[in-house]
């Protein structure tokens, strides 16, 4: 045997092991070669995992598990299934049966006992649940990635194994040449080393030590005619009542076990864990580290439930649409370009609208639990789809299209949706990138456009069909919403939300800003657009795209104010940076209108007090709310103008600490995670004043868990009772939160961790900034301070900073206790597309890395 990199010598085994039934003769003895980590093993053992790999590969898959195991106190065996890796070449074809079999005379053999964990990959995914099934009496656990337990037969088979079985190529592609072995390891990202890659085709060296490839391929069961079909079907069915814990990781980016099969995977293991690793394809044990997570979970501790904060009371969302269904007030409108309601709905139109499409829904096999993706902008009709799938139980998965095309794949795919609800460019893109589920039109299409684009049904065919609604028993703990975050901190996470969580939501906005039945308001900000029928309040969504929140222009604004006479207003601050631009364009009508207006709130990014103070003469008589909040937990906190002025003049909290956020909302409570010397929040939840750390929440309205993304949601409740938000402040004096910047944006200097957003705030108050932002640059630990700023004046991009700008810039930051070594500048900053506000220091950390070394001057 070669020499392996990544393995002990000492692991690599060869058993004898008696065949006590299967395809071979009686008697039979087949040599089995094996890695086990049993020689390094230290301390106490806590189990054995059982390893099985699938095609092409072999034991070597679980190296990074084998020697984690060793330092975890868990044995773990990885076998070389027959007619692969180094174990016999029998000369006898082996079906998915003999497989099971195979694996149970080698446990036997290896006299291996309880407590005992199966994890399989591929074809090893399926031999390791058929024994698990068959053997649960010392079975602890079982843990997958990427695999397939069922083939929908309306389906092809992957598009890779077609090929692999074509018979003009299944011979010469698996056994003959290496192709098939080749095109697998080529699926890894990123590519293999070349010493790994080397280690994975040893013992495929030769044609007559592949023709266990050429089987494994040959028996895949295509249709119930295969000999191994009626195998798969019973370890499908029979893993229904695997009551064991499941763990399965997995790499969405495989072009051959897709997220399709996950999905049926967690259909029949509902209680399993998942994790999917954006980025990942096949390979998932090469492509990231998955020793880690498995033996968390296996090491992990019950979560504390009982800390969790629940609503003592639960009414559901659409409970005020029911109650005020009797009359003819307004409900819900759109605004069109010319400053006209275009479409509007009263109370008692909006709750019949919302039960006809409930039972038209439930007509074409819509059920609770189903999960359905919206992609309609907000407004009428997506406030009508939301609340007939919350009414039925289903669960709405919204994915806003500012994420862009890739990330709005990613996010549709992974939520494996059932049913997907789109405009026509949504319903374009989904034949394009190939998403998942019966597809709905808004409009009625014609015969060909429907076939063109895979469409079923339209929302306009189901609201005219005479349905009727049978009304389901909700649950309060039923998932109702998988709400994707805006991506501006890496791949969006879709965040789930249980029906009482939403409305905890509900209550808490309500009790917070005042907002009972019978107010008006103006929806300007996505995730509000669609709170007013749940509030009771009549709501109406301006003429803009909500999804991109720069187009809410000032005349647009006043004239949805003033179609309702709206005395509340939710606007993102980029949208109310351009109606400060835009603010020529108000009519005499229009400026009557907003200054009536007594509450405008924005949210989704921080809101510099110099745009608050430029927006007070627009709406003269409101309160400017800016709470503090992300999609795992809106709101959290809360303070208006008043109060931002009060904080950032007070002795007590001083300014340049951050951006102050005010206090927590009614139910909420928040803490502080000290930071370490390395700039880690390790420290235990305080509310000391003064304390910089992560902030920590805790309420009722916190979101329920991350939608597989187990690793992900550990980290973020690591600390029972509470979600970790990955923002980092402090809490003063009185109570209220400072926000100083993102976790993951915090600066290691040699003098210790920086947070960005206290000398940001000190700099933009300099003469000459319009804006800033503070970032690393180097080895961490000994990181330099950056400042990147927007000057007042036209300047080239990518070019240092005058003189006289760098001086006053550096003295901002020294005044805040930050020691600035550059200053460059750029016309604008780069931020997330769905907010467009907030700055995206790592785009800027790396393009300041390269100008400072000389590499590139393009903007980032």
Sequence with gaps: MVELP???PRWSAYLDVPSTAGVDPAGTVNRWHHLDNLPSLEGVQHGTLLCVHGNPTWSYL?????????????????????????????????KLADRVQDLENFTAALSLSGPLVTLGHDWGGVVSLGYASRNRENLQAAILTNTAISQDPNLPIPAPLRLALNGAVHRAGTAGTTAFLDTTLALARPRLAPDVRTAYRAPYLRASRRQGIAQFVADIPVDASHPSFATLTGIAEDIRSLDVPVLMLWGPGDPIFSDTYLEDLTRRLPHADVHRFEGASHLVAEDRDIATPIFNWLGRKNDDDASRVSSDTFTPLWQQVQERAGTESLAVADMDEDGSVARSLSWRELDARITALAGALQGIGVRPGSRISLMVPPGVELTVLIYACLRLGAVIVVADAGLGAKGLSRAVRGAVPEFLVGIDRALVAARLFGWPGTRISVGALSTVRSRALGVQH?????????AVFNDPRIEPDADAAILFTSGSTGPAKGVVYTHRQLSAMRDTLANTLDLRPGSALVAGFAPFALLGPALGASSVTPAMDVTAPRTLSARALADAVSAIDATVVFASPAALRNVLETADSITPRGAEALGAVKTLLSAGAPVPTTLLEALQPLVPKATLHTPYGMTEALPVTDIDLEGILAATNSSVAGSGNGVCVGTPVPGAEVAISPLDGTGSASGKPTTTAGITGEILVRAAHVKDRYHRLWITERESSRTSGWHRTGDVGHL???????????????????????????AEQAIECTEGVGQAAVVGVGPAGTQAVVAVVVPASTTRAGSLATESLSAAVRQAGHSTGVEIAAVLTLPELPTDVRHNAKIDRTKVAAWAGQVLEGRRKRRP
């Excluded at 339209?458 to 005479?466: I, K």
């Design 6 to 8: 990544g393995v002990d």
């Design 62 to 94: 679980w190296r990074s598990v084998l020697a984690a195991g060793a330092r975890q106190g868990w044995r773990v065996v990885a076998v070389d299934q027959l007619e692969m890796g180094y174990s016999e070449r029998t000369g006898r074809p082996r």
């Design 458 to 466: 339209s929302l306009e065919e189901l609201a005219s069909a005479d």
């Design 732 to 758: 003063d004096a009185d109570g209220r939160l400072w926000v100083e910047g993102r976790l993951a944006h915090i600066i290691p200097t040699a003098a210790g961790a920086v947070t960005p957003v206290g």
